[in-house]
């Protein structure tokens, strides 16, 4: 019998959860998680791991709540780690509490794993402290409704006293009873109050008002919404640093090979980056086999993929890097040098511009036309860097290929996407009609995308992923 992991997610972005519970989703078996939960978060978990959608909004449940927890008892049953992920914290109206004495019963180990309550999480990132010094010396947090979807039997007449601060969770629905409550019962008509919807997410939005003049408004909001009402909510011009961010309410789509995260800094500028997995890469098998290395003056990488298959096909020809002692090794871009460098061997022509075209012209100035140029490359239709050494004795093998592999995205309206390979178009090309502009690495990239149909192309002028993200940031803030 496995174990059970009740992981609070907290309230936003994947790096509002604890580091605990990440280390855990690093070795999880299986994840049931909830809807509200960053999906960067899904990105963590092994590749054997079984993810098991199980979020629920008002009315609607992908699961219900007993099911879950016969759900949870039957993956124990099977795996080591099961993780519950939960939005916010498990035990702060998270219905953790009953999934944890299913598992009691069950006799199944379980461990709880504290998160980032929206009821604290949600009022930060829109300017208000919880707590204040001189304000108020205490706050509540409340259901704003039962499981029957009904308003709670709330004791209005003891908050309308008190100078402690009001949070109402799932609370959109009966926000005019409980402002209607709080001033039935003597609450001042001025009290400042705060709606926050989406709180801590890329999409937040936050009205301010007065217990009064909310009664009777119609705002635009949806959930899940957190209503605050005290005096702290006054502070909020003074305390926000949130809504300043300049790409709040972007949504950006990252295509990857690999999990590394590279979109920190448009998150950091408040946009919601979704990175998705979209192919692998496959080495050829034996792809030197029927080339001698002693022809060759010159090997050129154009990528670090290329140098790491070029490296395990020379070991699988019996070889080892005394045979390339001769040769002069160029690469374009520095992680490409970077990764020849993990093999032992500093580049001699390093292209700080990561381009086939200005890589050509680095060679043209520094190897001569009677020297034989091995390419070591992809095997794809990107034949740029052939042409541009038109004049030269170039052979190019391809070391490996990109498998296409299926992929799933969170929405289905973007702002932007980054293409940092054709590849990456190709793969996205169903989404591109949804996408307002894509970014393109290169001339090659940009080709593809209007192959693709893409409408609003913006090209980096320098091919490097780098200056592409500072692009897309400078273009939508």
Known sequence: MGKVY????????????????????????????????DPLLLQLVPAHCECINVGKENHHHTMPQTKIEETLI????????????????????????????ALTKANIDFEVVPGISSSIAALTYAGIPITQRGINRGFRVYSAHTKDDEINDLDYRSMACSSDTLVFLMGLK???????????????KDTPIALISNGA????????????????????????CTIVVGDVVALHEQMDFYTSKPLLHKRILIPNLDHHLIGEDLREAGAMVEEVQVGEIEEYKNALADIDIMDYSCIL????????????????????TRCLSHIKFACIG??????????????????????SW???????????????????????????????LSDYDVHVVAMYHTIMKPFTTTYEHYDAMMASSAFHVKACKELLAHIDTIFSIGPHTTKACRKYGAKHI?????????????LIKEELK
């Open 301 to 320: 990488f154009t990528s670090r993929h290329g140098v790491s298959s070029f490296f395990h096909s020379l070991m699988e020809k019996g070889c080892d």
């Open 334 to 355: 520095e992680k490409t040098a970077k990764e020849l460098r993990e093999f032992g061997i500093l580049s001699d022509i390093i292209c700080a511009q990561s381009d």
């Open 458 to 470: 913006i090209e980096s002028k320098t091919a490097d992923k780098k200056a592409l993200l500072s």
């Open 174 to 188: 009966h926000k005019q009873e409980v402002f209607q409550g709080l001033l039935d019962h003597g609450k001042a």
């Open 358 to 388: 200005h890589m050509a012209e680095l060679l043209k100035q520094t190897i001569s036309k009677d020297e034989r140029i091995l390419l070591a490359k992809a095997d794809n239709d990107n034949t740029i860097l052939q042409e541009a």
């Open 74 to 101: 039957e993956k124990a049953s099977r795996y080591e780690r099961v993780i519950r992920l939960k939005g916010g914290d498990p035990y702060v109206f998270g219905r953790g509490g009953e999934e944890v004495l």
């Open 201 to 224: 997410r890329y999409n937040q939005k936050s009205i301010y008002s007065t217990l009064q003049e909310a009664l009777n408004q119609d705002f635009d909001m949806e959930s899940p």
């Open 6 to 37: 009740l992981i609070g997610a907290g309230c936003g972005g994947y790096d509002l959860m604890t580091q605990r519970g990440i280390d855990l989703l690093k070795k999880a078996d299986c994840v049931l998680y909830d809807r509200l939960i």
